[in-house]
């Protein structure tokens, strides 16, 4: 599926084109599927969110599949492998990428975001993006994790600084990125408390094995206040922006944690220094994951037997009715395309 323009669903057509040809420390991927991500969409509406992007250009940033080819440097990667892809890549010599966080560099290149992604048949990739998936694990689950996951590990971990024993809530509970932290923060020896909007989206959370589900309109501060003898949350974690900024903030405790990562509700928030400043609150914004928050977040899932629900599997051409689900809101899990 080939972008050719900024706009509605017609400027991505499905097209032929060549095989991709791989460089030494490239391997070929055979697609078996690509989740469809916010990023792809925004893309398509315009303009660009990534540094050298152009068009054609054929997006998709989560991807699995099985290794066909590999480059003639690559020495630790099989054929016939089944592996998922990190879709972030530094340019390997800047400070940020010493650092490993590639994310904040200044020529970052992201599969599927700026470099040809996975709505397709075949994609290259540096092998070094790639991460092997267990024989019991499905290819079509492999792809569901990649952004969520390993976004929702780095803000719960090296940002939030969860610790066993301590009580986070986690706003708009049933999005892709929220069923990835409450699952890792419940494995890590938390204890949640999820906030949906609706009744069918706590009943999706409770069936990953999360106690303490609460609608968005039933006051979740009193019962995080009553659940901890009055302390308030250690950590709220909150993607949703003005929406909930306000009961995130009341929701926690002295010196408690607020971790922000998207503003789907608006960009601007208000908030009162006084009380923010005499419970000593620390607001933390959450960025870029690295390739250690990858890893991590895939070993969690393998060992933890966790879940990753999928909202639908469609096939690679009806691409446009798989941005429609993923923009309705009453869905729950990711949505995958396959070729």
Known sequence: MVQTGFGGPEVVTARDVPVPTIAADEALIRVAACAVNRMDLLQRQGPALLPSFTLPHVPGMDIAGTVVEVGSAVSDLAVGSRVVVDPVLGCGECTFCAA???????????TGGNRPGGYAEYVAVKAGQTHPVPDEVELTTAAALPSS?????????????????ETILIQAAASAVSI???????DAGARVVAVAGSQAKLDAVRALGVEHCVPLDADPVAYVRELTGGRGADVVLDHVGPATWPLSLSALGVRGRLVFMGQ???????FGLTGAYHRELSLLGSGAYTPADFQRALGAFWAGKLSAPIAAVLPLERLSEAFDVLTDRTTVGKVLVTP
């Open 180 to 186: 990835a932290a409450v699952q890792l923060a419940t």
């Open 264 to 270: 789907t509700s608006g960009d601007e928030v208000t």
């Open 149 to 165: 996951w390993s976004t929702a590990y780095h803000a719960l971990f090296p940002v939030g600084r969860l610790a066993a024993g």
């Open 100 to 110: 490993g966080e590639f994310g904040y560099c200044g020529d970052v290149r992201v």
